[in-house]
């Protein structure tokens, strides 16, 4: 797939309609400070549609981007940041929940971890939501920048391992240098056109 447009549609606190709901939608989980924000603007090519900040904890709705005429990129609050309220903490993961449980256009999940280091709990534990609720997802290794390519298998291994995935499921990424930016452009091709073979019938 050809991104050639890309364009912020929405914040939303909990899951309802948005202008131009009706496509497909692809869901971006991952921890804070990941990389989500960044990986968007790479995939789209435009450095300012998502917003970074070094300060994780950042995205605290639900943000909705459309992308050409095709599906919505969904930008899920980074979950495991334990420098806001117990109470913050708590509305970031009842909103997720909300979104998972209400949106019947939902059709795969991108769930960033970090090459570098062991999946943490709260990885593991999207990791199991996904399982029990059927709902498709790839893994996304990010900051693959950060270790040589020759180092790539053994962290990836470590990955697997944790997250139950097989070493060609995962797909590193690094929004500095695009790596892996073809292949997830492939999967969301992919997964647009399942949906549309679904509506078919």
Request: charged letters at 25%; one cysteine or more.
């Amino acid at each position: 797939m050809d991104i050639k447009r890309a364009a912020f549609v929405t914040s939303l606190s909990r899951y309802a309609n948005y202008e131009g709901i009706g496509l497909p939608e692809i869901a971006v989980a991952g921890k804070s400070n990941v990389g989500k924000s960044s990986m968007i603007n790479c995939l789209c090519t435009r450095s300012k549609l998502a917003k970074v900040s070094g300060t994780p904890g950042k995205t605290r709705m639900l943000n909705v981007f459309r992308i050409n005429d095709d599906f919505f990129l969904v930008d899920l609050p980074g979950y495991g940041f334990a420098k806001v309220s117990k109470a913050e903490q708590l509305r970031w993961s009842r909103m997720m929940e909300g979104y998972f449980a209400d949106s019947g256009l939902l059709a795969h999940v991108l769930h960033l971890v970090d090459i570098r280091h062991e999946p943490t709990g709260q990885d593991l534990g999207m990791n199991e939501f996904l399982r029990a609720t059927g709902i498709p997802f790839t893994v996304i290794a990010t900051k693959a920048d950060k270790i040589s390519r020759g180092q790539w298998m053994r962290y990836v291994h470590a990955v697997c391992r944790s997250l139950r995935v097989q070493p060609w499921e995962v797909i590193p990424f690094s929004s500095e240098d695009g790596t892996g930016r073809d292949e997830v452009l492939g999967l969301f091709g992919k997964v647009c056109g399942e949906f549309a073979a679904a509506m078919r019938g």
